[in-house]
């Protein structure tokens, strides 16, 4: 299947591409081909995703096929560039800057709007993020209290809608004031160009007569509208994603598109689903299976296939307290390091950056190195797209390499990625799934499915070994239990 997608170049194309399906050979063998017959001109060739490291990669292995001319980029960094080339066109002034100090424009937004001091970091994340999801979910501040209502949804930092759709304003008033732009403006920017300059909308879209979309599964109604008006009515796109690896509805994300991509259409070119796992061995496969099986969704998602010979089982442990969790990943950890398995090759996953210094202590006294990634660090890192971020990712990467560490990373930052060893703890109610208190209500449903979704990346990370654990007790709490996650049953 994968060279039957790599040869259907002509839009509109869908491809449902499972974990560990070979995703990314299959788009840039794609490209390649596409550019080598003469069906595409490679410099009008576009292909976003939606990180810097995921962007380099593309491009590396495009190089590596023969197209380097092929751009690859971030939503961010495309649409950056395309702004600035066509701003003199459009303005005598200075383009805009991009903030860099979120930080401060927020403080500045809660002390007008609640009188409120600086505020603390969980605050301002959570602040920022609501923000960022009214931008990319195209609602203006005056519509917030309304979508609220209906969503049955929460503002943040303990605000009334009301409220918070004056923070809102405050920050857009602070930020626009200074004569600064956030990330998302540069989207919503393009968006007005696209549909509003018909001369610099033109020599945007010549550039990106071919379009393909990695990680569609993941676009938000505002990346949504982006690629429709970069299309302009042309139907040469292809979008590749896997609904079941949908982890940041949070954030605006949404599978949405991608499940109803050939209703956008009178008829698709090529639909076509990668349903063989060249990643995991047998036993992982069935365990991702076997979560989403159970999914009220699950005609929604693939089923995978292992395209590997037998493995070993998957390993459930119950510890007495995160204490004893923690030791015993690390002495599991040192036993494989022992048998000369690399650290590198060992990820520790979890649901909240909160889990982490416990374990990364236990590996230490070890003896053993680690490295941490978060959702804060692989989101911020993903905005905009450079030459010199990438290099510093690959500076990073390389030296950790070099070191011999093994990874601690919640599974939001971890997806994409893969080890040979994936240890998953904190695999309990409450952990993971985290904070669902049934199916009383939608939010509760629509949450336990975006963590079920979780479970399974988190899953589908490892190649040759999964361990799961859970600690019946949190430390320090005496009788306060835990019980095991719906997901290991």
């Not at 690859?72 to 100090?101: G, M």
């Not at 709007?113 to 969980?122: A, C, S």
């Not at 993971?432 to 209500?441: D, I, Q, S, T, Y």
């Amino acid at each position: 299947m994968q060279a039957a997608a790599a040869r259907a170049v002509e839009g509109p194309v869908r491809i449902l591409a499972g974990a560990g399906a070979g995703k990314t050979r299959t788009i840039t063998h794609r490209i390649a081909y596409a550019c080598s017959t003469g069906a595409w001109n490679p410099s009008q060739s576009l292909a976003v995703t939606f990180s810097v490291k995921a962007a380099a990669e593309m491009r590396a292995r495009l190089a590596a096929l023969g197209v380097p001319q092929v751009k690859a980029a971030t939503f961010h960094s495309a649409a950056l560039k395309q702004l600035r080339r066509v701003w003199p066109e459009l303005s005598e002034s200075y383009f805009p800057s991009v903030v860099e100090d979120v930080r401060s424009l927020i403080d500045r937004a809660m002390r007008r709007v609640i009188g409120t001091d600086e505020i603390d970091t969980t605050t301002y994340r959570a602040v920022l993020a609501e923000i960022n999801w009214t931008k990319v979910s195209l609602i203006a501040p005056e519509d917030y209290p309304r979508v609220c209502a209906a969503m049955h949804r929460r503002p943040p930092a303990d605000l009334d809608p009301e409220r918070m759709a004056d923070v809102i304003t405050a920050y857009e008033e602070e930020k626009t004031g200074r004569g600064m732009i956030d990330f998302n403006d540069i989207l919503l920017m393009t968006c007005h160009v696209l549909e509003h300059f018909d001369e610099a909308a033109a020599s945007i879209r010549s550039r990106v007569r071919w379009l393909t979309v990695d990680e569609y599964q993941d676009v938000s109604p505002l990346q949504h509208r982006l690629l429709t008006l970069w299309r302009g009515g042309r139907d040469s796109v292809c979008v590749v994603g896997d609904p079941a690896q949908t982890i940041y509805s949070f954030a605006g994300a949404t599978s949405y598109y991608l499940l109803r991509f050939p209703e956008e259409f009178r008829r698709l070119n090529a639909d076509i689903a990668l349903e063989r796992d060249y990643r995991s061995t047998p036993q992982i496969v069935h365990c991702a299976n076997r979560v989403l099986a159970a999914s009220p969704m699950r005609d929604d998602y693939l089923v995978l296939r292992s395209a590997r010979e037998t493995g070993r089982r998957i390993v459930r442990t119950r510890y007495d307290t995160d204490e004893q969790e923690a030791q015993g990943v690390a002495r599991r950890i040192a036993a494989l390091v022992a048998q000369g398995e690399s650290p590198n090759d060992v990820a520790v996953l979890m649901r909240i950056n909160a889990q982490g210094p416990i374990i990364r202590a236990a590996l230490g006294r070890m003896g053993i190195r680690s490295r941490v990634r978060n959702e804060y660090a692989s989101s911020e890192a993903s905005l905009i797209d450079s030459s010199s971020a990438a290099a510093r990712a690959a500076a990073e990467d390389l030296s950790s390499v070099k070191a011999g560490e093994v990874t601690i990373s919640t599974i939001h930052a971890a997806k994409g990625l893969q080890w040979r060893h994936v240890f998953l703890i904190g695999c309990s109610e409450g952990l993971l799934p985290f904070g669902v208190a049934g199916l009383g209500v939608a939010d509760d449903f629509e949450r336990l499915e975006e963590e079920r979704r979780l479970f399974y990346v988190g899953v589908t990370r490892g190649e040759d070994t999964v361990t799961m654990s859970f600690a019946a007790s949190k430390d320090g709490m005496g009788g306060v239990g835990r019980t095991p996650s719906r997901f290991l049953k």
